[in-house]
């Protein structure tokens, strides 16, 4: 899979939006970008993913540059629920990559 | 997730006792995994399982060992805890519909220490 690269800490409003960036360069053209979040050692929760075209869902929405080579997850509405690390991920979907490798990510904190 | 539950949630032993840690899941998923999660290394998986029938290593296996009981159920065992296992343990299920959709979904986590 493709390494990503995330900015260790991010800082945002509440009630702003969160935008996460996330480079990963050597993207390939059957790899996925998905996006977990981490909130304080509970469970990682997925987010979103996507491959070519932008996404939305009721939690975030994800833009993918044309050339596929970065990304951002946005959060629309920042809340102190959204504090957590954020994980960017690339993965292929195929047999025999089966685990999430998953980087540093962003630690995210919202700000009253 | 609600859907996903380990147990224990937290669990003291000591070096060479053996311990089973629990995972069951009613979401319905044939997939389940055992991953691991230390301190600034990300999550690491252990062991995984397509259904009832498949387990397979992941990249940290040794010292683990897996039982896929149900489909709903799936169990990881430190046959002789040692101190560098001690660390932060996590199930998860996925719904491999199809290639484009697989989604991971986590438990809430096992925390063992190994005196």
């Known amino acids: 899979d493709a390494k990503t690269t995330q900015p260790p800490s991010m800082d945002c409003a509440e009630g702003r939006a969160a935008n996460l960036p996330c480079n990963h360069s050597?993207?390939?053209?059957?790899?996925?970008v998905y996006w977990y979040r981490q909130i304080h050692s509970q469970g990682p929760q997925y987010i979103i993913h996507?491959?070519?075209n932008n996404e939305t869902n009721e939690m975030a929405s994800l833009i993918i540059t044309e050339d596929r080579k970065s990304s951002t997850l946005i959060l629309p509405h920042a809340t102190l629920r959204d504090t957590a690390v954020y994980y960017c991920?690339?993965?292929?979907?195929?047999?025999?990559?089966?685990?999430?490798?998953f980087g540093t990510g962003t630690r995210l904190t919202i700000i009253p | 997730d609600a859907d996903v539950t380990q147990t224990p949630r937290n669990r003291i032993t000591k070096t060479g006792k053996r311990i089973m840690l629990e995972c069951s899941q009613t979401?319905?998923?044939?997939?389940m995994y055992w991953y691991r999660q230390d301190p600034g290394l990300g999550l690491r998986l252990i062991y995984y399982?397509?259904?009832?029938?498949?387990?397979n290593k992941g990249e940290i296996s040794d010292g683990y060992s897996v039982s896929r009981q149900a489909q709903a159920k799936f169990s990881l065992s430190l046959e002789s805890a040692i101190p560098n296992q001690t660390a932060l343990y996590f199930c998860?299920?996925?719904?491999?519909?199809?290639?484009?959709?697989?989604?991971?979904?986590f438990g809430p986590g096992t925390r063992l220490l190994v005196l």
């Open positions: 998860a299920t996925s719904d491999f519909t199809s290639v484009r959709q697989e989604t991971q979904y």
């Open positions: 050597t993207i390939s053209g059957n790899e996925y």
């Open positions: 996507g491959l070519k």
């Open positions: 399982s397509f259904d009832v029938k498949d387990i």
């Open positions: 991920i690339v993965r292929a979907l195929n047999f025999g990559n089966e685990k999430l490798t």
């Open positions: 979401k319905g998923h044939d997939r």
